[in-house]
């Protein structure tokens, strides 16, 4: 090992900064692990900062060990400067937020200067063999380092490792460690992911000892023969020495095999072995899991079973320290993930923290590695002067897919390598693919723009419709034949983006139905946001940058502060590991007065593990209340088993009025990621019908004083509007066919390309205009017709309100119809109104959470309750949220409202126009009014903030309707 010497010349020179080369002075890439008997020191915590506003601003005098920073700020590494008061962060989804002119970056370069001053520990081992390691896990984009006032070098590649030599620099006190970190370089070319900009060292930086006769780099080689049972292990290894595993009786030389029978690693199984590589001068910890990875059958098969990837794209988020994260939060993730049902993550779009994959492979998670590679802004050029198809920056490269794999290669939960993320095609990607294969055999390779699949061994795709995807699945695609002999994955789809995605039930069944789908990765797991003091959370354009995609940034399964979304708890229900359908004796019908047995049907959808794990509980439920319960003894299934379980009989008296059954797979005791009764599935389904609410029209109205009375109600004898209803004012009401346009409302191709016809916007639906034309107070009835028009066109809806009552309840049936030429969905069609104190509100239907017609696979029939406040969903950017579906009936401010049929419920302390003229959460402020929406259909949510839109029968189209509800005074739900 040699040293570059060069001491402080107080140049400038900026070269290194524009240099296509992956820098200069770092060793060579090697397995990365968290410990071994060697000794290490971390430099983390509080250093010396001062940023410049050019790369060329300040000289490199600082390093000198006598520099005095005294006045100099002080910020936290790991972290990066603009979260900590120094510039701003910058988000662009893939323009590159300075010229495109390949390799050259602006002179306006914020360069930050980082001086951390250390002591070696007491029994920090002599230095004079200099064999100690200066290590930098990330760093964004480019650095150069000093230590006691030598060079070391310079290296790019943000999020990936380099080490440095420095045992001869070492003293036992005062060292004085220097890092210069420019914000844009030539790598920052190579690194235009989906995300903000944050410069600075963000990852540990760590002083490693390294002993004589160290390990150097080593490489676990374990694989599993799952047709004897048994797992061969090789470690081969820079340094000779022996390699034990005590559990198995494994004591072997480097290099040399052994074979023996084990459990292998599986994400359902993450069984892991301990075991030491010993040599000369260190004993080395080994997390050892035993399984192969191949394609066969023109499937990818672990262990000898094709998977399905029920995955999430991951990037590194935490609202406040950015790409800093912390092993609790890496954890707190991982967790998260185990108790939603994901199995699979691809680590989108670069190496995670080496930490997260240990995790991974502790609680068991498939990976999809990926390089630190996107050149996404070239796009915008034809992908002219790509560097991937450039041969001078073939280097950097190579030197990223090294980094990245030996860094990786000994986690078994790596199971497939990606070159990068939409970085084009090229000579460059054909290298990196080369190179990977000559070092491990063992995994394939993954590109999602390689559509040929020349240099790849999965064929992928982002955001393909359903329909696609199954022609895919059935072979119906074309093709290359080697892309049509390859499993396909969708490495990108259902956009999470605010309120959504929809349509994940049925690319499920896709997956399921098809064995060449082997699933999919949801971009993505957690909205970007950053805790902002006066926004709530921030996203592009709220630090005046000039150039950003907004609130692009928020397209996760996780709100920034890491609370799990509707979306996630949808993800969960639609990829549960065990189907549970509940099926109606088919005698019921031929036997009246008799409840013969119903039966549940139980499918193992593991692809690893039988169901001895899992408990399964039953429940009767009548009018959304468990009658009866118990527990349901279900035979350990094999994976892909079915079984049919018979469910209790129920006596005749528990049946009256709906019933349902809701059966339940919980862990029978607790795991590493979730404690015993967590739900891992559950099922439901209807027993006897609903009972349809019915009002006999006998009341007759009145008249007087300007009023109308109607049972229970008081109407506005001028405009028919009803004022209270027993005793419960009421405003405004009348029918409602906008909603605050979701994310992905707003990238429906009819949103955003004329060519498809009018926009929601242009034709004015989000301010239609109610036209009286007449009320009538006669008979029964009160009797109001309205027309419902935007201006500006000819399109409008009429609308009949029809109010009619008992005498202790009041009946409202709309009529709707069409008028002119609709060329578009509706984005709601119910009725709104506004009450005053209320607060609490119950219900019969799907709940707990929010629910649309595309996104209701998690919604469950029951008895709910919660707070107006709590029925929000606090998506980052407002939009249309909260709804329950299915709700038969609700109380809330002194009133009960049932619906025939049912309908989805809307209660929020705010119009829908606010909500929909609202940029953050902080905009919306609450009134003494709580307005409700009753909505007899909304249109599907879709994923078309980046996606496909809802399926065509998820489409509220504008055709004539029909609906009802019944009103009556509710006291206990009331609040003054």
């Excluded at 399964?557 to 509707?566: E, H, V």
């Excluded at 916007?761 to 009286?772: D, E, K, N, P, V």
Aim: proline share 8%.
């Amino acid at each position: 090992m040699s040293l570059r010497t060069r001491t402080v010349d107080h140049t400038r020179t900026v070269d290194h900064v524009e240099d296509v080369s992956p820098g200069s002075g770092a060793l060579p890439p090697r397995a990365w692990y968290a410990s071994s008997d060697a000794g290490s020191l971390s430099l983390n915590g509080t250093w010396r900062f001062r940023l410049s506003p050019t790369a060329d601003a300040e000289d490199d005098s600082f390093a000198a060990p006598a520099y005095d920073a005294g006045d100099w700020a002080e910020i936290s590494v790991p972290g990066h400067w603009v979260l900590q008061g120094h510039g701003s962060p910058v988000y662009t989804n893939h323009r590159y937020p300075f010229p495109v002119d390949p390799p050259r970056v602006p002179t306006e370069n914020p360069t930050g200067d980082h001086l951390r001053v250390f002591d070696l520990p007491a029994d920090w081992p002599t230095a004079a063999d200099g064999r100690a390691r200066l290590r930098f896990d990330g760093v964004e984009s480019c650095a150069r380092v000093w230590l006691n006032g030598t060079d070391l070098g310079d290296f790019k590649g943000s999020r990936l490792p380099h080490e440095f030599p420095v045992g001869p620099l070492l003293r036992a006190a005062g060292n004085v460690l220097a890092v210069r970190v420019h914000q844009w370089s030539a790598g920052s070319y190579l690194e235009d992911q989906d995300q903000w900009w944050l410069p600075g060292i963000f990852r540990d930086v760590t002083l490693l000892h390294r002993p004589a006769g160290g390990v150097v780099d080593f490489f676990v080689h374990a694989s599993y023969d799952h047709t004897a049972g048994e797992g061969t292990l090789r470690v081969d290894s820079d340094v000779a020495g022996r390699v034990t595993v005590p559990e198995l009786g494994i004591d072997i030389a480097t290099g040399e095999p052994a074979t023996a029978p084990v459990a292998p690693w599986s994400a359902e199984s993450p069984r892991l072995y301990d075991g030491v590589l010993a040599t000369g001068g260190e004993r080395v910890p080994l997390r050892i899991g035993f399984r192969t990875v191949e394609l066969s059958n023109g499937l990818i098969e672990i262990n000898g079973r094709p998977v399905l990837f029920k995955g999430v794209n991951r990037h590194e988020w935490h609202p406040e320290r950015g790409r800093a994260l912390d092993l609790d939060t890496m954890r707190r993730d991982v967790l998260l993930m185990k108790r939603h049902n994901i199995n699979a993550v691809r680590t989108s779009h670069y190496p995670p923290h080496p930490a997260f994959l240990d995790l991974c492979d502790t609680y068991g998670l498939w990976v999809i590695d990926e390089c630190d590679l996107e050149t996404h802004g070239f796009t915008e050029q034809g992908w002219r002067d790509n560097p991937v198809d450039d041969d001078r920056w073939t280097p950097a490269l190579l030197d990223r897919a090294a980094r990245m794999v030996e860094r990786d290669k000994n986690h078994p939960s790596v199971v497939v390598w990606s070159l990068g993320n939409e970085a084009g095609t090229g000579r460059g990607l054909t290298a990196m693919a080369g190179w990977i294969r000559a070092r491990d055999t063992s995994r394939p390779i993954h590109y999602e723009g390689d559509r040929d699949c020349r240099d790849t061994d999965v064929y992928s795709r982002m955001y393909a419709g359903h329909a696609e995807v199954e022609r895919i699945g059935r072979g119906l695609d074309g093709g290359p034949r080697r892309r049509r002999a390859l499993p396909f994955l969708l490495c990108e789809y259902a956009h999470a983006m605010g309120n959504g995605p929809g349509g994940l039930a049925e690319y499920q069944r896709l997956f399921e139905a098809h064995g060449r789908l082997q699933g999919g990765f949801v971009w993505e797991w957690i909205d970007h946001g950053i805790t902002h003091p006066g926004l709530g959370h921030a996203y592009g354009g709220d630090f005046g940058e000039e150039l950003h995609d907004g609130n692009f940034v928020c397209d996760g399964l996780l709100f920034p502060d890491r609370r799990p979304s509707p979306g996630l708890a949808e993800y969960k229900k639609v990829i549960e590991p065990v189907a549970l359908t509940v099926s109606p004796s088919r005698e019921r019908s031929r036997r009246p007065g008799t409840h013969p047995r119903d039966t549940v049907r139980v499918t193992n959808r593991y692809d690893f593990t039988d169901l001895s794990a899992l408990a399964f509980t039953w429940a009767y439920e009548a009018e959304g209340g468990t009658v009866r319960s118990g527990t349901l003894p279900v035979p350990a299934l094999a994976p892909g088993e079915s079984a049919e379980v018979e469910l209790p009989a129920v006596p005749a008296g528990d049946s009256a009025g709906e019933a349902h059954w809701t059966v339940r797979a919980v862990l029978a005791s607790g795991t590493a990621w979730a404690p015993p009764g967590h739900v891992v599935a559950w099922g439901q389904a209807p027993v006897s019908p609903r009972r349809v609410p019915y009002v006999a029209a006998t009341a007759r109205p009145a008249h007087g004083d300007g009023l109308v009375a109607l049972g229970p109600g008081v109407f506005d004898a001028r405009t028919g509007a009803p004022r209270t209803i027993g005793g419960v004012a009421l405003t405004g009401l009348r029918l409602d066919v906008w909603r605050a346009t979701t994310d992905n409302d707003d990238g429906a191709a009819w949103q955003s390309d004329p060519r498809h016809g009018p926009l929601w916007r242009g034709l004015g639906l989000h301010r239609m205009r109610h036209r009286l034309d007449a009320v009538e107070a006669g008979g029964d009835a009160l009797t109001v017709r309205t027309r419902v028009a935007p201006a500006g066109g000819e399109l409008g809806l009429s609308a009949v309100y029809r109010w009619t009552s008992d005498g202790d309840r009041l009946r409202l049936t709309v009529s709707t119809a069409p008028e002119g030429h609709w060329t578009v969905p509706l984005p709601r069609l119910g009725i709104r109104f506004g009450l005053s104190g209320a607060d609490r509100v119950r219900w019969y239907g799907g709940g707990p959470g929010e629910a649309y017609p595309d996104t209701r696979s998690a919604s469950a029939v029951g008895r709910w309750e919660s707070t107006v406040d709590d029925m929000q969903t606090p998506y980052v950017r407002p939009q249309e949220n909260g709804a329950r579906i299915d709700v038969r009936w609700a109380e809330l401010g002194g009133l009960r409202v049932e619906g025939d049929p049912v309908f989805l419920l809307t209660a929020r302390r705010w119009t829908t126009e606010q909500l929909d003229a609202a940029a953050h959460r902080t905009d919306l402020v609450p009134g003494d009014t709580v307005w409700v929406n009753l909505d007899h259909g909304q249109h599907g949510i879709g994923s078309q903030s980046c996606g496909p839109g809802p399926l065509p029968r998820y489409h509220l189209r504008a055709e004539p309707a029909e609906f009802s509800f019944v009103f009556s005074p509710h006291p206990g739900t009331h609040l003054a």
